[in-house]
């Protein structure tokens, strides 16, 4: 039986995710700010520690894409290639190292929902906006000093975030907590359901062939709304950092895993 992902046939065609590599081009509105570090640590597993320093620090970060795999053949088909995600990142520490971690994110389609949770994103689906800058019309920002973006994200019919962004000048970098590589824990509870996991691993992984394009930072604002289903009342800003839009691009491939929980025996 063949393919990446379900569902296994013998061509591999229905397979929900085509093999890796897989590359992705988009653009990225980075939020940061601090919020109080014991939220941040009741995120993290009992065997990974809080950043020494700025143990506080998150981001809010939208993130509009266009992904394809090694045959290129899902630029042609857009539907299987198009698709936006929020996502709340942390920092983090595990045997001495420091990474970034993503605790929260959502996704708009079921191909990117599954790739992620492969990788350890804990993804679900979501309805996100994000706006998109212009060069021609009136209907959206410039890249330039001035130009304003919103964004949204909501989910079960209930608006979660939504923010604004001005650019204020060209920035070097797009923040400090998503520059890290990656800790994620990969999880499938057992089919016994007798609170056991069948696959429980702390893996790292980060992208190659980085290309940085246009990256700008400015002011920002955020609010976050209740939801019964999701905990970001949680984090709520303590203090702003700055936000910061980008221009990306990058591939990934593969992983490393850290450690292998040990498993019950069969």
Not at 29 to 41: G, I, K, N, S
Not at 64 to 92: G, N
Request: net charge negative.
């Amino acid at each position: 039986m063949k393919g990446f992902m379900f569902p296994r046939t013998q061509t591999g065609k229905s397979s929900i995710l085509p093999e890796p590599p897989w590359h992705y081009s988009g653009t990225m509105l980075t939020l940061e700010y601090r919020t109080d570090p014991a939220a941040v640590r009741a995120l993290l597993p009992d065997d990974v520690a809080l950043a020494d320093e700025d143990p506080g620090a998150i981001a809010v970060i939208w993130a509009d894409w266009q992904a394809c795999s090694d045959s290129f053949e899902e630029i042609l088909d857009p539907v299987r290639a198009q698709y936006k995600e929020v996502l709340v990142v942390v920092r983090c520490k595990f045997q001495d190292q420091l990474y970034s971690r993503c605790a929260y994110i959502w996704v708009d389609a079921d191909f990117a929902m599954i790739r992620g949770q492969f990788q350890g994103y804990p993804k679900k689906l979501a309805s996100v906006s994000l706006t998109r800058p212009v060069t021609v019309g009136r209907a959206g920002p410039r890249l330039e000093p001035g130009g304003k973006f919103g964004a949204s994200l909501a989910a079960y019919d209930r608006r979660l975030l939504h923010a604004s962004f001005e650019i204020e000048k060209p920035s070097e970098h797009a923040g400090f907590v998503n520059a890290l590589p990656m800790l994620h824990n990969r999880l499938m509870p057992s089919i016994e359901n007798d609170g056991s996991d069948s696959l429980n691993e702390i893996i790292t992984m980060s992208a190659y062939n980085v290309d940085i394009g246009r990256t700008f930072t400015g002011p920002f604002t955020l609010s976050v709304e209740h939801s019964p289903v999701e905990e970001l009342e949680r984090l709520l800003p303590k203090e702003l950092i700055a936000g910061y839009w980008r221009e990306i691009g990058f591939s990934w491939k593969s992983g490393t895993t850290l450690k292998r929980q040990n498993l019950p025996e069969t």
